[in-house]
């Protein structure tokens, strides 16, 4: 059984930062790519930010400049470094992952329970 533990929301001012982290834990086989996605109040859920076994990294426009996405393979953990926060920053953060665990020769996609991130003053 495969779980993603997001740790590392919570309230901040405006011009702050924040740095969340996303474990994966299980009989996983093999990542092949983590991510951070959030959704507002009222709005879908959208990505934020990607990164795939190969390095290879996508940004949402309205964080690039701002967010940092990197990853530690030997713990199977994906971080956002959120800097120069906004408002508009603000939601519930979901690390959402696509692996293969032992159990499976299939990959499948996993969600994490979601982290709330406030900006505000």
């Known amino acids: 059984q495969v779980q993603l533990v997001e740790s590392g929301g919570g309230l901040v001012q405006p011009g702050g930062s924040l740095r969340l982290s996303c474990a994966a834990s299980?009989?996983?086989?093999?990542?092949?790519?983590m991510g951070w996605y959030r959704q507002a109040p009222g709005k879908q859920r959208g990505l934020v930010a990607l990164?795939?076994?190969?390095?290879?990294?996508n940004y949402a426009d309205s964080v690039k400049g701002r967010f940092t996405i990197s990853k530690d393979n030997a713990k199977n953990t994906v971080y956002l470094q959120m800097n120069s926060l906004k408002p508009e920053d603000t939601a519930v953060y979901y690390c959402g992952a696509s692996l293969q665990s032992s159990e499976s020769s299939a990959s499948y996609f996993y969600w994490g329970q979601g982290t709330q991130v406030t900006v505000s003053s």
């Open positions: 299980g009989s996983i086989f093999s990542i092949n790519y």
């Open positions: 990164i795939t076994s190969g390095d290879s990294i």
